[in-house]
């Protein structure tokens, strides 16, 4: 089975306000409420790709009951551990006459030590019957920078490969504990080795670096542009097919999950790369966040091809 862990889930709220200004009232009518947060747009989109999947992570309250019904809908197994502050709220303000998009992100419910706890509990449970891992995205407030990090130590002593979709020091010390896989995006990257990288040298200067460090492959993606990957066999570019984007949000997840299942089923990593290529490039033709058309997907993966750059 696929896991992916969402510490930090949100409630996502999209309002499409025509020419939004600051000190207005708004009525609004159009308004999109969805179960958000990265790890469940990696369990939606590897859902869609047709595999099982079992989400687990952190909820509470009603907006926790509100994301926990979604995935009952979406058929996704769960095994949430439930805390006593209520899950996060993420606003979107879009403004189709501007072309603006305004972003409010709570930061999310204060865990306790005796929550923490019971989700390494439910982690170490999860395990036995997951052969991919992936977290992703933030954490709440007062878990520790090393949450990652730890989590990887313990499912490498289990065998299971885990995907780290993080930034900032949670990403530092991820690294540290040698996870399979990590998957900055380039401004993730930058930020991780402190300088501009601007030439795709100096990516993969730093990617071989970070590899070598005990990671089997080092995914950065670049948007529009697509991903370098690197591992101790090689380093890949896969360029994203040309297509007019609708939204670009959650693309790096839908990379995450395409990766995550060609790797499930087996598949070889080139493999796995050009899935994860294609499954990030048909997010960004939905409006919805973390959706895909498996046909897309499959179109793109036929036509993605790989480069090698070593
Ligand atoms: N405009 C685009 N056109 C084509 N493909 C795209 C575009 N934007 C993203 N992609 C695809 O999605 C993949 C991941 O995108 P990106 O680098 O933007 O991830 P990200 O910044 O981590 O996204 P997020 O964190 O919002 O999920 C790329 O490798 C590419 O395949
Ligand atoms: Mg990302």
């Given at each position: 089975m696929i896991t992916t862990v969402t510490l930090n889930p949100a409630i996502d709220?999209?309002?499409?306000?025509?020419?939004?200004?600051?000190?207005?009232?708004?009525?609004?009518?159009?308004?999109?409420?969805?179960?958000?947060?990265?790890?469940?747009?990696?369990?939606?989109?590897?859902?869609?790709?047709?595999?099982?999947?079992?989400?687990?992570?952190?909820?509470?309250?009603?907006?926790?009951?509100?994301?926990?019904?979604?995935?009952?809908?979406?058929?996704?197994?769960?095994?949430?551990?439930?805390?006593?502050?209520?899950?996060?709220?993420?606003?979107?303000?879009?403004?189709?006459?501007?072309?603006?998009?305004?972003f409010l992100s709570e930061k999310g419910p204060a865990v306790t030590k005796k929550e923490l706890n019971a989700f390494v509990k439910e982690f170490v449970k999860t395990l036995k019957y997951s052969e991919i891992m992936i977290a992703s995205g933030s954490v709440p407030p007062g878990l520790p920078?090393?949450?990652?990090?730890?989590?990887?130590?313990?499912a490498r002593d289990n065998n299971v490969k885990m995907i780290i979709d993080a930034c900032g020091s949670y990403l530092v010390e991820a690294i540290k504990a040698k996870p399979f896989m990590i998957k900055p995006n380039l401004h993730e990257l930058k930020e991780l080795v402190g300088y501009d990288l601007d030439s795709e040298y100096k990516i993969v200067y730093e990617s071989k670096y970070i590899c070598k460090q005990g990671i089997e492959v080092v995914a950065i993606s670049l948007g529009d542009k697509g991903a370098i990957f690197t591992t101790k066999d090689g380093v890949y570019k896969i360029c994203a097919p040309k297509i007019s984007a609708v939204n670009t949000v959650g693309c790096g997840d839908a990379f995450v999950a395409g990766c995550a299942v060609a790797l499930f089923r087996k598949r070889d990593l080139p493999d796995a790369f050009k899935l994860a290529v294609a499954a990030g490039t048909a997010n960004a033709m939905e409006r919805q966040i973390g959706h895909i058309d498996p046909e897309i997907v499959e179109k793109f993966y036929q036509e993605t091809k790989l480069k090698r750059l070593d």
């Open positions: 709220r999209a309002y499409v306000i025509n020419n939004f200004q600051p000190n207005t009232r708004y009525m609004v009518d159009d308004v999109k409420v969805s179960a958000g947060g990265k790890g469940l747009n990696v369990a939606r989109v590897a859902a869609m790709l047709g595999e099982k999947v079992n989400a687990t992570g952190l909820l509470g309250g009603v907006t926790g009951k509100f994301v926990q019904e979604e995935l009952d809908k979406l058929n996704i197994s769960t095994s949430f551990v439930w805390i006593n502050e209520a899950t996060r709220v993420f606003t979107a303000i879009v403004d189709p006459v501007n072309n603006t998009e305004t920078k090393t949450i990652y990090g730890d989590m990887v130590k313990i």
